[in-house]
């Protein structure tokens, strides 16, 4: 007998922080689910904590996916790689996803943990290589990783980060783009056409413009408001609009002002919240037996 389900692409916020510490944000990082495939995007600090409250760890990803190269969003990478390579019990390599120089980063990450390595492969006799990556980079179009999930990329603009990368999951017809960090430009604006959610890092220009320190007044060129972030999802037509990265970040509970400013831009779903919240994105119904 015939039947209809739609097609879901899960989002979890699982850091929703950023340079500066917090105690109740942990850093830039999101997971992508869908199909029993999971997709961490970017991998700032405490990840593998978040990604533990949810029942999983480094050997259940399916890939990590970089937008940029800043420490932020790098800070716990080599975290995730030594306890995949520990925790898994048969040879499994990480693949890595990024811009161009995302290959010479991890081969200083490898080098840092030289040591590590191989304290551990001397104590343990069923650890006989050092940990296996895959660093795959990429500038635009399709990204094949051999699952079910679609990947597809495009350029960012955070300039003078350069490269900086946006990424489309597309499953079954339900569809999420990741930003990262960026101004409104072509590149992600091309990824967002027809999506039915968009995950975007935001700052409050209205706060840090008025805040008497030019290191943090650096940032109002490179990143974009809530208003940005909105009018870049209306232009795409995009269904859901999911917030992160918080600058400032807003107590526990807290961001109705954020997502009022959003709404003046985007008439769409606005999803923002604490680390872990989740949001389903759904595609159209499909027919199976």
Known sequence: ???????????????????????????????????????????????????????????NLTAVVLTHLHSDHITDLNDVITTRWVMMLEPNPLTIVGPIGTKRVVDHLLASLEADIGYRMAHHE?????????????????????????????????????????????????????AGD???????????????GLVHTVIRKDVIANIPMQRIKDTLDYHSSPEEAAATA??????????????????????????????QHFGGVIELGDDLHRVEVTGAA????
């Open 286 to 289: 499909a027919k199976g037996a």
């Open 126 to 178: 069923d650890l006989h290589a050092p940990p296996g990556v895959n660093v795959v980079e990429v500038t635009q179009g399709a990204i094949d990783l051999g699952g079910v999930v679609a990947l597809s990329c495009a350029p960012t603009d955070h300039r003078p980060v350069e490269p900086s990368i946006g990424y489309r999951f597309d499953y079954k017809g339900a569809s999420v783009v990741a």
């Open 182 to 196: 960026t101004v409104p430009c072509d590149g992600l604006d091309s990824l967002c056409v027809g999506a039915g």
């Open 1 to 59: 007998m015939a039947s209809s389900a739609k097609a879901t692409i899960s989002v979890t916020l699982l850091g929703t922080g950023s340079p500066i510490p917090s105690p109740d944000r942990a850093g830039p990082a999101t997971l992508i689910s869908a199909a029993g495939e999971h997709y961490l995007v970017d991998a700032g600090r405490g990840v593998l904590l978040r990604l533990a409250a949810l029942g999983l760890g480094a050997p």
């Open 234 to 263: 209306t232009r795409g037509g995009v269904e859901t609009l999911i917030l992160t990265h918080y600058v400032p970040p807003f107590p526990s509970g807290g961001g109705d002002d954020w997502r009022a400013l959003a709404a």
